[in-house]
């Protein structure tokens, strides 16, 4: 991936990619000036992560560095060449360039298979000791009669897990300070909520007390109403039977008709009456 502004570009790839039948996300990082000249600006950033351990390493170049590295070995290169070299191995994209992950003991025992028959004591107890604070990644480039090894240190950065477990730590710290005020907010609301519970209970009670009074009323008029009506049918009665029994004596007695109907009317006029 190539991303670009006034003066430099920079170039991004990452990897999954196999040293000694182990398996390493490799991320390289590097930043170039466009006109390819020595710029501070320019460097190299790798990273390695073993997938089975999540164990990381990572280097940090700057185009000096790389560059004295170069002439180190004889075979000196510029260091917008090397970044190209480097990232062709990486995409595997030439034969002439490949890479290899060796770690320090395994950089001392090519030292050994060269010739150098100087073991000091402190080398022989380290020489199968797995040794984590460094790797070199190996970048090698063939040519027709020579083969040139260019060494990349690595710094052990410590485990993914610890970083992602920091990160969540954070996290978590976080949510906490969230939750204990919306905790707070939810304490005010409960008892925002139950002063309302209060309040609406003294207010169904009241209503009930009311309804009851309004019973107790209607029940007391309702009792006088028929008291009432009890008292005006009887006197209807008894005043009825007494105009019948006067309307009866006179038609025995054969009075005169108009009489008895001035009677009639009388009594049609009370209960009449009697009933508003």
Request: glycine fraction near 2%; charged fraction near 30%.
């Amino acid at each position: 991936m190539i991303q670009e502004n006034e003066d430099t570009f920079d170039l991004n790839e990452k990897v999954l990619i196999t040293f000694k039948n182990e398996e390493y996300v490799l991320n390289a990082y590097a930043l170039l000036s466009k006109d390819g000249g020595l710029s501070s600006k320019e460097s190299l950033v790798i990273s390695i992560k073993k997938e089975s351990t999540n164990e990381i390493w990572k280097g940090k170049y700057t185009n000096n560095y790389v560059e004295e590295i170069t002439k180190k070995t004889g075979n000196f290169k510029k260091f917008s060449v090397f970044i190209e070299m480097l990232f062709s191995a990486i995409k595997m994209s030439s034969k002439t360039v490949t890479l290899d992950l060796l770690t320090l003991n395994d950089v001392k025992r090519l030292r050994e298979s060269k010739g150098d028959e100087e073991r000091t004591d402190t080398a022989d107890s380290n020489k199968n000791k797995p040794v984590r604070n460094k790797l070199f990644l190996i970048l090698t480039y063939s040519a027709a009669f020579d083969r040139v090894h260019y060494p990349l240190p690595l710094t052990f950065q410590g485990f993914e897990d610890e970083k992602s477990s920091i990160a969540l730590v954070e996290k978590l710290q976080k949510e906490i300070e969230v939750l204990k005020s919306e905790k707070e907010n939810n304490i005010s609301e409960i008892s925002k909520l139950l002063r309302e519970n209060d309040k609406l209970k003294y207010e169904i009670k009241q209503l009930q007390n009311l309804n009851q009074d309004s019973t107790v009323s209607i029940s007391v008029f309702n009792n006088a109403f028929e008291e009432k009506t009890d008292h005006q049918l009887t006197r209807i009665t008894h005043f009825v039977k007494k105009e019948f029994d006067v309307i009866i004596k006179l038609y025995r007695q054969k009075k005169m008709h108009t009489l008895i109907n001035d009677k009639l009317v009388t009594l049609q006029k009370y209960i009449l009456q009697a009933l508003v």
